[in-house]
């Protein structure tokens, strides 16, 4: 089945530091990608997304492109900032019942940023 | 503010008991979605309705059950209760159908089975 594997954390970087975290996918078809943002005790807020290969999402300084070739959605910032600390989760649209929309989550990735 | 609205926030029940989470969709979205987060198996996807009707189904015990009511808002009920069914139970809504629709969740309930 469809599944989502995103680097294990937790990332602890400085303020102002480059930020990588990785995702790989596995699915049957051709899934939109997301990045979603949890931060302490709220739900999840969708942070960019891409919905064909090539395509680059992007918001707040976060940036993700999809690359078919190595079904990959790496999310990059350039310099990360303290209120950055979140944890954030990769996603794919999946299939489940024939019916797309229902998403499938990586186990997350808890960022700590230090001033 | 998502506009999705999940109630309770917060409930503590006993082994046993059945509990029922209520989940508000935003105004116009028809599709809600039911997640379970849990520390030993991540975002989990239980159930989607659209319209009032099943649409999906992910990994949802048999113990639980959801509905989905004319004015679009949504009962996950969970009966039987275990203690590792104490998790974070989010709910989403989107509209239309469609995988690069954006979901938008709620701020969750957290149910602890003593």
């Known amino acids: 089945g469809d599944s989502v594997t995103q680097m294990e954390g937790p990332v602890t970087l400085s303020e102002e530091a480059f930020l990588t975290i990785n995702c790989t996918y596995t699915?049957?078809?051709?899934?939109?990608l997301f990045w979603y943002v949890q931060y302490p005790g709220e739900g999840l807020q969708l942070l960019l997304k891409?919905?064909?290969?090539?395509d680059k999402g992007s918001n707040k300084g976060f940036e993700a492109t999809y690359r078919k070739e190595t079904t990959s959605f790496h999310l990059e910032k350039g310099s990360v900032q303290v209120s950055d600390s979140a944890v954030y989760f990769c996603a794919l649209s999946g299939r489940a019942g024939g019916s797309q929309g229902n998403l499938i989550f990586g186990k997350g990735t808890k960022l700590s940023v230090k001033p | 503010d998502s506009g999705v609205t999940q109630t309770p926030k917060h409930l503590i029940t006993a082994t046993g008991q059945r509990v029922t989470l209520r989940c508000s969709p935003r105004?116009?979205?028809?599709?809600v979605y039911w997640y379970q987060q849990s520390l030993d198996q991540g975002l989990q996807f239980l159930i989607q309705?659209?319209?009032?009707?099943?649409?999906a189904k992910g990994n949802i015990l048999e113990r639980f059950s959801a509905q989905q009511f004319p004015d679009l808002h949504s009962e996950l009920n969970l009966s039987s209760l275990e203690l590792g069914d104490s998790a974070l139970y989010f709910c989403?809504?989107?509209?239309?159908?469609?995988?690069?629709?954006?979901?938008?969740f709620g701020q969750g309930t957290r149910l602890t089975v003593v």
């Open positions: 989403a809504s989107s509209s239309p159908l469609g995988g690069s629709t954006e979901a938008f």
């Open positions: 699915a049957t078809g051709y899934p939109s």
């Open positions: 891409a919905t064909k290969a090539d």
């Open positions: 309705y659209y319209n009032g009707e099943e649409r």
């Open positions: 105004s116009g979205d028809l599709s």
